[in-house]
């Protein structure tokens, strides 16, 4: 323990030796190949941990970057010794040289451990040529997902009008014959014809739907929306409901989202359409919308003091033609929050809500601000950007 401390002491002091130089019989030209070769050593020693160092903070998210920290610290160990080999032949630091020394060695081992360690992780990274692979492979089956997603929308579309066709006839010659017979109809006929003119009615506000939910995302023209003017349009077009029951909509101030328009209107009017819909008894129906600047995006919130949702359907409500009342009680095609998660999953954002049974719920939304749908990131980004 003593030699350690005198080691630590005396760890500058060079009078033990005499500088290399006079160590031996070195000639001019033996010491200077020493000296310039231990130079040029240190300095490619020294060029190489400045590259890694450089690849690590300009290439984000390297695997296994604490080997490449080790190791660029070996080399650069490495190098310093080689340059107190050719200081040493003018200032004879063996103590100093000896240290250096030691510290390599214990880094060395450090960064033969790692490598060891993550040697079966090392062997799992892919190659750019695997990667490259990997991608050609994902753009096919996103050629083919798109591709198929436009038949699908296709089919919606037509499909939907061809049953608008046949619908409204239903409905026409049901009307003709109400009109033209209705002098002639007793209770129960009449009762059959008004039934099947609900339920006529009812087909249409579900094809209808179906449209709006197929079409949701397949808009890339993104556009300035001032949140304040579509909710104001919102709020207007509830006006009939909320004059009626005495409603009350308070909507704070919003923002401006790049975005597409009618996405965003059809995800604020479903939440606040249900809060006004599902009002309890006898209680005036209140509808309260904020939006809140979290950073990277906005977290907006709508709360109503409605019949509320148990715990157990909080998931089920996202999901299409999923009701939780009759008809009778409560109209609706259960398409409205599912398109509302569909929107904002497309968007990026989340859904989400909180709600007490008898007491009110409050719906959560999660919008970006800056907007990217995987139709706008595969037309946008390559997947070596250029630096």
């Known amino acids: 323990m003593e030699q350690v ?18 160590c031996g019989r070195w000639t001019d030209f033996h010491g200077w190949l020493y000296i310039v070769s231990d130079l040029t050593i240190w300095l490619a020693y020294m060029a190489i941990p400045l590259i890694l160092i450089r690849f690590l903070i300009v290439k984000k998210g390297v695997p296994l970057s604490g080997v490449f920290w080790l190791f660029g610290a070996f080399i650069l160990l490495c190098g310093l010794t080689h340059l107190l080999d050719a200081v040493m032949f003018w200032w004879p630091a063996y103590r100093i040289s000896a240290l250096v020394r030691f510290l390599t060695a214990g880094v060395s081992v450090a960064t033969v451990l790692a490598l060891i ?12 040529s695997e990667y490259d692979r990997e991608l050609s492979f994902r753009q096919q089956a996103m050629q083919e997902l798109s591709r198929s997603n436009e038949e699908l929308q296709q089919f919606a579309y037509i499909a939907s009008h061809d049953l608008q066709s046949p619908l409204k006839t239903i409905v026409n010659y049901l009307s003709l ?36 939910f197929s079409r949701v995302g397949t808009q890339l023209e993104f556009v300035q929306i ?10 207007e077009e509830q ?7 005495d409603a009350q909509i308070d909507i704070g101030p919003m923002p401006t989202l790049l975005a597409h328009r009618t996405d965003l209107k059809q995800v604020f009017q479903n939440l606040i359409s249900n809060g006004l819909k599902y009002r309890r008894p006898g209680v005036t129906p209140r509808v309260t919308v904020r939006a809140t600047d979290e950073g990277s995006e906005y977290l907006f919130s709508i709360n109503d003091n409605g019949i509320g949702i148990d715990k157990q359907y909080f998931e089920r409500v996202f999901q299409i033609f999923q009701r939780l009342h009759g008809r009778n009680e409560y109209a609706g095609t ?3 929050l599912a398109t509302c998660k569909k929107v904002v999953d497309i968007y990026g954002g989340k859904i989400w809500l909180d709600s007490t049974v008898g007491v009110g719920t409050t719906f959560f939304v999660t919008i970006p601000k800056v907007i990217k749908t995987s139709k706008h990131y595969a037309q946008t980004h390559t997947l070596y950007p250029a630096r």
């Open 117 to 128: 360690r993550y040697f079966n992780d090392a062997i799992g990274l892919r190659t750019s």
């Open 177 to 212: 014959l109400e009109n033209k017979h209705s002098d002639k109809l007793d209770t129960d006929a009449q009762r059959l014809i008004d039934v099947s003119t609900a339920a006529a009615e009812r087909m249409r506000v579900l094809i209808n739907d179906l449209l709006d």
């Open 226 to 235: 001032d949140l304040n003017t579509v909710l104001a349009e919102v709020q």
């Open 239 to 245: 006006e009939a409901d909320s004059r009626n029951t």
């Open 5 to 22: 401390i005198e080691f630590f002491q005396r760890l500058a002091d060079v009078n033990d030796w005499p500088p290399r130089w006079y």
């Open 334 to 336: 259960g398409i409205g």
